[in-house]
């Protein structure tokens, strides 16, 4: 039985939950607070990340972190491609699973995989 209840909403599709360690003090702050405050920890950090995200944007745009992720992929290409086993195909479809399975969005995969075959023409 919950003695210090508070709201949550666990039925949004369109969240995505991301698991987080954190050294033992600072959770046990973020639990008092939470508590305290009858929020939940997920939304304290929410807003915390959400006025991160709004400075990062004022920083480095999407395209220019797509540009970054792409030229990291394009040196692993140029290193592997030296090797007498590498196989672009393999390579490209490797590179798609990995960023799907970090979540990123089938469109902006299209995009870093685009920017990746430019590069290497």
Known sequence: MTLIPKKI?????DVKFVGVHLPLQVNSYLTIYALANSISKSAIILEELKEWKT?????????????????????????????????????????????????????TIE??????RDAKK
Do not use: W, Y
Request: aromatic fraction near 6%; charged fraction near 35%.
């Open 9 to 13: 909403s666990r039925n949004n599709k």
């Open 55 to 107: 400075i990062q944007e004022e920083i480095i745009s999407i395209d220019e972190m797509l540009d970054l992720i792409a030229g990291k992929a394009i040196g692993t290409f140029k290193e592997m491609k030296s090797k007498p086993e590498f196989h672009a195909g393999k390579f490209f479809n490797s590179l798609n699973k990995e960023l799907e399975t970090k979540g990123i969005d089938i469109v």
């Open 111 to 116: 995009k870093i995989l685009k920017k990746v």
